[in-house]
């Protein structure tokens, strides 16, 4: 079997900026999130939120045994990108934050600074051996938070139109970054039922919300409707989110002004859906609820998001 995880690190910076104030919280972070890593042990984790690629480095060498790790090298204005953490070894096959060519640069801002053209955290696709002469794809991805954020660094809007008005804008840039990915997707699913790949992220939504649902591709096979079980034409493009596996009570992997929602996703390939892996999330200890202040839980061990994991029987 083959365990693959997804997980958003949570400002993963050395101490100072944006990271830990200091050595010791660094250190507190870091253990933190090696114990969970350590609990439910991952082949290959996704991760999101890793502001700077020596920290990552710096987590994978407090896990026991050799890992590997690798990051997008397309980071937002932060800083923060995606990337992998594997006991396997990675081959990075695609690096990426441009949309496609057809969609056009979307609306992020007041003018004048009003568009853009690619995603904010490029995604980041790689290639592991899990078995003896099988490939894996995993494609890694964070779109963009439902957190607004408003001219000059503000969290707090002018007024009701300065609202409304950028929380469109998030939602015109998340759309186009689900496209941008289900774009690589189906780029790496050319060969058909057969291709094994997986898509992971914090999509930043649930699995009912549009933005989410693009990633799927063509309708109508979803887990648990009545064309599950039906073969057809589009089952060579399509991804499945594993959350509906997910227990009901343990379906969250972040609490939002106190609201428990799911927003970290994997999504797979026809060639991985069946038979049903195992989904789960790992809640170690009590999330925190996050607020419309990011910087609240800079200093917090571990993470404000859990891990969502699933175990894969072996290949073939």
């Known amino acids: 079997m ?40 991952p082949d290959v984790l996704a991760v999101q939120e890793v502001g700077d690629p020596a920290a990552l480095d710096d ?66 696709a790689v290639t592991v051996e899990d078995a003896p002469g099988t490939t894996l794809t995993l494609i890694t991805c964070h779109l963009k ?30 759309t186009a970054e689900a496209t941008a990915v289900r774009d690589l997707a189906t780029t790496l699913l050319q060969a058909g039922e057969q291709e094994r790949l997986i898509v992971l992220g914090d999509l930043n939504d649930e699995a009912t919300a549009a933005t989410t649902q693009i990633l799927l591709g063509p309708p109508g096979s979803e887990i648990g409707t009545t064309g599950f079980d039906r073969p057809d034409g589009g089952d060579r493009w399509r991804l499945w989110n594993l959350a509906a596996l997910i227990p009901a009570e343990r379906r969250y992997s972040r609490v939002n002004n106190g609201r428990r929602e799911l927003i970290d996703h994997v999504l797979v390939s026809h060639a991985l859906v069946k038979p049903f892996p195992g989904v789960d999330v790992v809640h170690e200890g009590k999330l925190p609820s996050v607020t419309d202040r990011p910087a609240a839980h800079v200093s917090a061990s571990g993470s404000d998001h ?4 699933a175990t894969f029987p072996p290949a073939g």
Request: aromatic share 8%.
């Open 59 to 124: 987590l994978a060498g407090r896990l026991p045994g050799p890992w590997h790790t690798t990051c997008s090298g397309h980071p937002d204005a932060r800083g923060i990108r995606v990337g992998f953490l594997s006991r396997l070894p990675l081959t990075v096959v695609a690096d990426t934050a441009a949309l496609p060519p057809k969609l056009a640069p979307v609306q992020v801002a007041d003018p004048p600074a009003a568009r853009s053209d690619a995603l904010g955290r490029g995604a980041l």
């Open 306 to 309: 859990a891990p969502v994991v």
């Open 145 to 174: 938070s439902k957190l607004l954020s408003y001219p000059g660094g503000r969290f707090a809007p002018h007024g009701e139109g300065e609202r409304a008005r950028y929380g469109a804008y998030a939602l015109y840039r998340r």
């Open 2 to 41: 083959v365990v693959i995880g997804t997980w958003n690190l949570e400002n993963l910076f050395r101490p100072g900026g944006d990271g830990p104030p200091d050595q010791a919280a660094y250190d507190t972070k870091l253990d933190a999130l090696r114990d969970t890593i350590t609990a439910f042990g």
